[in-house]
């Protein structure tokens, strides 16, 4: 099946954060570990409120308040980052992930295309989009956004992989032969090519005239 990118659920804070709130910071994921989710809540705004500007901050209050399960935080925090930083990956990716899990389509699809917008050229923003317009069973959408990513300089191993499942899972045999040109001419006839094509032989391969019935051969 189709994945889209996995985050680290945790950023290592930066240098702009002060020592204080490292601390606060550190004290509030050790809270949540040890299931004190009121004290960890209350760190973190803590936290916020002595550095309200720091967009890296706010990003990793978001991420701790969803390990308590306060998506309604996270949101804030995540909101508040946006408006600091409008064009930051990160900020737009985590909330894209965070209404994507939340069963939020529309608000997913519009951070999703917020995230393209920002980096037309970033191919893991497009398998994103491939894949979750395909779990929207969106088809057309989705083969879209897939063969926008493959074409890309950017496109991993991973992103054509994706996109070779798919196709496959729908049948594109067309498509699939297209887009494993693509591949080949990029990475060569290598171990993950063979493991597609031999998934495809099955789709690919018609029927000898011996074996193939006619109309009425019962």
């Not at 887009?179 to 789709?203: C, F, I």
Request: aromatic share 6%; proline share 4%; net charge negative.
């Amino acid at each position: 099946m189709t994945e889209a990118r996995i985050k680290s659920p945790l950023p290592r804070m930066g240098v702009d954060v002060g020592d204080q709130i490292q601390t606060i910071i550190s004290k509030a994921s050790q809270e949540i570990s040890a299931g004190r989710l009121d004290t960890a809540a209350s760190l973190l705004k803590e936290a916020v409120n002595r550095m309200p500007g720091s967009s890296e901050l706010l990003t990793t209050a978001a991420l701790l308040s969803l390990q308590t399960g306060d998506s309604a935080s996270a949101e804030i925090y995540l909101l508040k980052a946006l408006q600091l930083s409008p064009t930051n990956k990160d900020v737009i990716h985590d909330l894209a992930l965070m209404y994507w899990s939340e069963g939020k389509t529309i608000a997913t699809r519009e951070m999703f295309q917020r995230l393209v917008d920002v980096d037309p050229g970033d191919a893991d923003s497009l398998n994103d989009v491939a894949v979750f317009e395909d779990q929207c069973g969106n088809v057309g959408d989705a083969t879209t956004a897939f063969k926008s990513a493959i074409i890309l300089p950017g496109a991993t191993r991973k992103v054509f992989e994706n996109c070779f499942e798919f196709l496959l899972r729908i049948g594109d045999v067309v498509g699939f032969r297209s887009v494993m040109g693509t591949y080949l001419s990029r990475y060569g006839d290598d171990d993950v090519a063979h493991k597609w094509q031999n998934e495809a032989a099955p789709a690919t391969i018609v029927p000898s005239a011996a074996t193939r019935k006619e109309p009425g051969d019962g």
